[in-house]
C-alpha cells in the first residue's frame, strides 16, 4: 500500500495534496504536443502567429487551466452528471437536425450556431457516451458486462448518437462514437465470441453499406482511399499531396518552415486534417517518430491511471476517454498516410480546432481527476443521481 493510501481522507482532499497527486508527466507531454502545433500553425502561415498559430496557444492555455480545475473535482460529481449530460449532449444534436440552429459548414449539417459561438456537439458526445457508459457498466455485475440482454441498453447507448452524428453527415464523429463504445464493452468484459461474431458481422454489412448507405461524397472517398490515382486532381488530390508531403520529408525533413507542400499550399487542410504531413514534411521521419512516441506515451500513461482507480466507474471512464484519443491519433495518422479514407479527423492538439481540442482537455482533466482521486470509492445505485 502506498503512502498516499495511507494518508487520512481529510488530508486527502486538500488542495495542496491534490496538486502533487497530478501526473505531470502527462501534463508535460500534453504541452509537448501543443507546442509543436502552435509552431507548426506558425510555420505553415508563412512565420505569422494569425490566423491560426496565436489562437492555437490561447485556446490551449485557457483548456489547460480548465483541465486541471476539472482534475480536482472529486470523481462522484462525474459520476453523478454522466446520464443528465449524455441526454442533454443528445439534445444538442437533436437540435442541428431539427431547429434553424443547424449550420452547414463542409457539406455536413454538424455545426450548432448559437449566435456568440457555433460548436460542434458530435465531439462533446464522445465525452457524454463515456461518462454514461462508465456510470451504467459500474452498476452491473461482471456476468452482466460480459453477455446478458441488458447489453442492449449500452448497445443503444451507443447507436443512437452514431445514427444522429452519421446521418448529418459526420462519418469521421460518428466512426469515433461507434469505436470508442466498442472500445468501452471490450474493456468492460465483452465475451470474445460476441466480438468474434460482431467482427465477422461488420465484415459482411459495410460493402452494402458503403454502396447503398453512404452519401455519394463519402462513397468516393472510401473508394478513392482504394485508388486515389484514379481521379488525381478530383477525390484522389488529398491523399496524393499528403504522400508527396510524407515521402518530400525523408529521415530529417526540408526544415522548419521550409515545407514546399505546405507554404505553397498544395496540402490541402494543412491547418487542421493533415497537419501531421506537414511535420514530416518540415521534421522527416526524425521528427514525426518523436511526435508520435509522445502520444504512445501519453495513451501508456492514462491507462496506467486507468488502471490503479479502485472503483469500476474511474477504470472505465479514463480508459474509455483514453480510448477515443488514441482513436484520434490512429484514424488521423493512417489517413494521411493513404491507409484510411480521408474522413476529416483531426491529429490532437496538433490540429488548429477549438471543439476538438476542448474535447480532448475535458477528457484529461476527467483521467488526471482518476488519477487525484483513485481511492475514491463510489455506491452501486441504479438511480439517476
Known amino acids: 500500500m502506498t503512502a498516499s493510501a495511507l494518508t487520512r481522507p481529510g488530508e486527502r482532499d486538500r488542495l495542496s495534496t491534490k496538486i502533487t497527486e497530478l501526473d505531470w508527466r502527462l501534463i508535460g507531454l500534453l504541452c509537448v504536443i501543443a507546442f509543436v502545433g502552435t509552431a507548426m500553425l506558425y510555420s505553415i502561415a508563412g512565420g505569422e502567429w494569425r490566423p491560426w498559430a496565436l489562437n492555437h496557444a490561447i485556446r490551449f492555455g485557457a483548456l489547460l487551466v480548465m483541465m486541471l480545475v476539472l482534475a480536482m473535482v472529486h470523481p462522484k460529481w462525474w459520476f453523478r452528471g454522466a446520464y443528465p449530460l449524455y441526454a442533454f449532449l443528445l439534445v444538442l444534436v ?81 466512426m469515433v462514437i461507434g469505436l470508442t463504445g466498442l472500445a468501452i464493452m471490450v474493456v468492460a468484459g465483452l465475451s470474445w465470441r460476441v466480438i468474434a461474431a460482431g467482427a465477422i458481422a461488420a465484415v459482411a454489412i459495410i460493402p452494402p453499406f458503403v454502396m447503398f448507405g453512404m452519401k455519394a461524397y463519402q462513397r468516393n472517398r472510401v473508394l478513392t482511399f482504394l485508388s486515389p490515382e484514379s481521379d488525381p486532381s478530383g477525390t484522389g488530390y488529398n491523399i496524393i499531396q499528403s504522400k508527396i508531403a510524407l515521402g518530400s520529408g525523408g529521415v530529417l525533413g526540408r526544415g522548419y518552415g521550409l515545407g514546399s507542400q505546405s507554404q505553397l499550399e498544395f496540402l490541402p487542410e494543412r491547418h487542421t486534417d493533415f497537419i501531421f504531413s506537414t511535420v514530416a514534411e518540415e521534421f522527416g521521419f526524425v521528427g514525426s517518430f518523436a511526435v508520435l512516441a509522445c502520444y504512445i506515451a501519453i495513451i501508456l500513461i492514462a491507462l496506467r491511471i486507468a488502471s490503479l482507480a479502485h472503483s469500476h466507474f474511474g477504470r472505465i471512464a479514463a480508459a474509455g476517454m483514453t480510448s477515443f484519443f488514441a ?59
Open 94 to 174: 437533436l437540435m442541428i437536425e431539427f431547429t434553424p440552429l443547424g449550420y452547414v459548414a463542409g457539406g455536413a449539417r454538424n455545426w450548432l450556431n448559437l449566435g456568440f459561438i457555433r460548436i460542434q456537439p458530435a465531439e462533446f458526445v464522445k465525452l457524454g457516451l463515456v461518462l454514461a457508459l462508465a456510470r451504467w457498466y459500474h452498476s452491473h455485475t461482471a456476468q452482466e458486462a460480459r453477455w446478458s440482454w441488458k447489453l442492449l441498453i449500452p448497445a443503444a447507448m451507443i447507436g443512437v448518437p452514431f445514427i444522429l452524428v452519421a446521418k448529418q453527415p459526420d462519418l469521421g464523429s460518428a
Open 327 to 385: 482513436l484520434f491519433v490512429l484514424i488521423n495518422g493512417a489517413m494521411v498516410m493513404g491507409l484510411a479514407p480521408v474522413v476529416g479527423v483531426p491529429m490532437p492538439l496538433l490540429s488548429h480546432g477549438g471543439s476538438s481540442m476542448m474535447t480532448v482537455m475535458f477528457g484529461f482533466g476527467l483521467i488526471l481527476s482518476t488519477r487525484v482521486h483513485r481511492y475514491a470509492e463510489l455506491p452501486k445505485g441504479h438511480g439517476l443521481f
